[in-house]
């Protein structure tokens, strides 16, 4: 997936512009930052509902929002998007009709995402009734019902205790080792020790996008909550980058000097040629 020079407003408000980065197939992700610097409104663009002024998403070979993307991207808003009065069973059954499954197949799928997530023995609970994590875990179920090859999912573990939390990274690595690509946004630092990669943002400006091991390296730093520090704010606390962004294999964008993204300066030029490689 690649995102290119993008930028929404929403009314007279620039969102954020000129963001640009990569995600590579099978990982997973983690877009980290505060409350309000834009996760929510990237996540939509990359889904393909969400409005841009300029730029390009290209999803999978095709632009963010395609119809040959329909089942191929699962999308789990912040908000709830099952239905409480019904059971695990009857949403799935119900979101796969909508989905244009029939049959032996749309069964399948259901039972299939049942147990993916580890649901099986409340399948005929209410969802009302379900736990946080458990009420997380059939909007996750949902979302897989076609089989998505990306996975974007709006702070899936907001609200939940760590040890639900912990459960439920594990149902994301799973997804990842069998093949998944996961973009999973938080606004908890200590959730990027479970991510491949990382996309720091705050105030609408990308920060970084790279490995965490590079970002910890680039930095100097030992936790991505302090390196996330030292990129807001280079001259307080943290010791000087222990090597430059350039022996790091890192392209700093111009402005500021702290940034650390890992977009080529030609990435216009091979946008398309990158994605069709993929
Ligand atoms: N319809 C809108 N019109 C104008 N501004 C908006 C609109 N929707 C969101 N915003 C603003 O856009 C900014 C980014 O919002 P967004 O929901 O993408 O942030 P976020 O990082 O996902 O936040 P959170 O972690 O709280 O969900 C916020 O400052 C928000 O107030």
Not at 73 to 98: I, K
Not at 106 to 130: F, G, H, N, W
Not at 238 to 267: E, F, K, M, N, Q
């Amino acid at each position: 997936m690649n995102v290119y020079g993008l930028r929404v407003a929403l009314g007279n408000r620039v969102i954020f512009d000129d963001i640009s980065f990569t995600v590579p197939r099978g990982s997973i992700v983690g877009l980290l930052g505060p409350s309000g610097c834009g996760k929510t409104t990237l996540l939509r663009s990359v889904v393909g509902i969400q409005r841009s002024t300029a730029g390009h998403v290209q999803v999978l070979g095709h632009p963010a929002g395609s119809p040959a993307l329909s089942s191929r991207v699962g999308y789990v808003t912040q908000a709830p998007s099952v239905y409480a009065d019904l059971t695990v069973l009857e949403n799935l059954r119900y979101f796969s009709a909508a989905l244009g499954m029939r049959g032996w197949r749309r069964e399948d799928a259901v039972v299939r995402v049942v147990k993916e997530v580890d649901l099986a023995e409340y399948a005929d609970q209410p969802v009302a009734r379900l736990s946080g994590g458990q009420y997380s875990r059939v909007s996750l179920a949902v979302a897989l019902l076609g089989t998505p090859d990306l996975l974007v999912m709006d702070e899936p573990t907001v609200g939940l205790d760590p040890l639900v939390r912990r459960e439920l990274w594990s149902v994301f690595r799973r997804l990842a080792d069998e093949g998944t690509t996961l973009l999973v946004s938080s606004h908890v630092m200590d959730e990027a020790d479970r991510c491949d990669r990382l996309l720091l943002m705050r105030g609408g400006q990308l920060l970084a996008s790279c490995d965490r091991g590079e970002l910890l390296a680039h930095t100097g730093c030992d936790s991505v909550e302090s390196a996330f520090m030292r990129l807001v704010n280079p001259s307080q606390g943290a010791p000087a980058p222990a090597r430059p962004p350039v022996a790091a294999g890192l392209v700093p964008a111009p402005s500021p000097s702290s940034v650390l993204v890992d977009v080529p300066a030609d990435a216009h030029a091979s946008f398309f040629a990158q994605e069709s490689a993929r």
